[in-house]
């Protein structure tokens, strides 16, 4: 009773192999990547100003119920990106250090800034 059937040990290997197939490789995995998320709601980017370090990915949801804004670097000197509406979302990754102000387009008063560091 005790002994596997030739079909129950090439079933248990089936699954042994499957298993090992849907698990990720540890020692040769990349590093996940890093995303930081920034709402924007009530007229404005919470957080406004957010430190991250470089590599990462910010992420802005548009949380409003009617309004559309957008994400712009303008002191870069991108050109005006399209709206994002209720639900949409725009991300970034930052490779370099520095500031990166931004601001909404259609709504000057609001402000962000992202301080990436070297780590």
Same mark, same amino acid.
């Given at each position: 009773?005790g002994?596997?059937?030739n079909?129950g040990f ?5 699954l042994? #192999? !499957?298993l090992?197939l849907?698990?990720p490789s540890f020692?040769g995995?990349?590093?996940?990547e890093?995303?930081? %998320?920034?709402t ?6 919470d957080p406004a100003?957010?430190? !991250? %370090?470089? #590599?990462?990915t910010?992420?802005w949801?548009?949380?409003e119920k ?9 002191a870069l000197?991108?050109?005006e990106?399209d709206?994002?509406f209720? #639900?949409?979302?725009y991300e970034r990754?930052f490779?370099?250090? #520095?500031?990166?102000?931004y601001?909404c387009g ?8 992202v301080?990436?560091?070297d %780590?």
């Open positions: 009773m002994r596997l059937s079909f090439s079933r248990l290997l089936v042994a #192999g !499957i090992c849907a698990l020692a995995s990349p590093e996940p890093k995303v930081v %998320e920034v924007i709601y009530k007229m404005r980017f100003e957010i430190t !991250i %370090e470089k #590599g990462t910010v992420r949801i548009n949380k009617r309004q559309y804004h957008n994400v712009w670097f303008e000197g991108e050109e990106p709206y994002l209720p #639900g949409d979302v990754r490779d370099e250090a #520095g500031d990166f102000p601001r259609p709504h000057e008063e609001m402000r962000g800034i301080h990436v560091r %780590e």
